[in-house]
């Protein structure tokens, strides 16, 4: 079965940290792009941040950038998103998808999300004193 399979959310304070998990299954996450995007309630999907098949692309949201990290592992077939100094509005639900890349392209946060190949289920994230 191929699946991406988030992991990693939870409860946190304002001001700290987490470290979500996106794992493949079934098939290699090293010919695809990876993006994080996530859901508030009653908000629409947002992009969070991406990476490129080889790690040298990066991209972050304006409301994220400086406090998240995205990285991957393709030996472990995982990609991460360090999450720090956390605030109240980065409560959502998170969700990973991958996207084919044949060609080593830079990641943009503004492809479709019919580009996505996969998804995960997403995993909460409630940032709360």
């Known amino acids: 079965q191929l699946q991406l399979v988030e992991s990693g959310g939870g409860l946190v304070q304002p001001g700290g940290s987490l470290r979500l998990s996106c794992a493949a299954s079934g098939f290699t996450l090293n010919s695809y792009q990876i993006g994080w995007f996530r859901q508030a309630p009653g908000k629409g999907r947002e992009g969070v941040s991406c990476?490129?098949?080889?790690?040298?692309?990066?991209n972050y949201a304006d409301s994220v950038k400086g406090r998240f990290t995205i990285s991957r592992d393709n030996a472990k077939n995982t990609v991460y998103l360090q999450m720090n100094s956390l605030k109240p509005d980065d409560t959502a639900i998170y969700y990973c998808?991958?996207?084919?890349?044949?060609?080593?392209?830079?990641?943009?946060?503004?492809?479709?999300?019919?580009?996505?190949?996969?998804w995960g289920q997403g995993t909460q994230v409630t940032v709360s004193s």
């Open positions: 990476i490129n098949r080889s790690a040298s692309s990066t």
């Open positions: 998808a991958a996207r084919r890349d044949l060609l080593f392209r830079a990641c943009v946060l503004s492809a479709p999300s019919n580009e996505y190949d996969y």
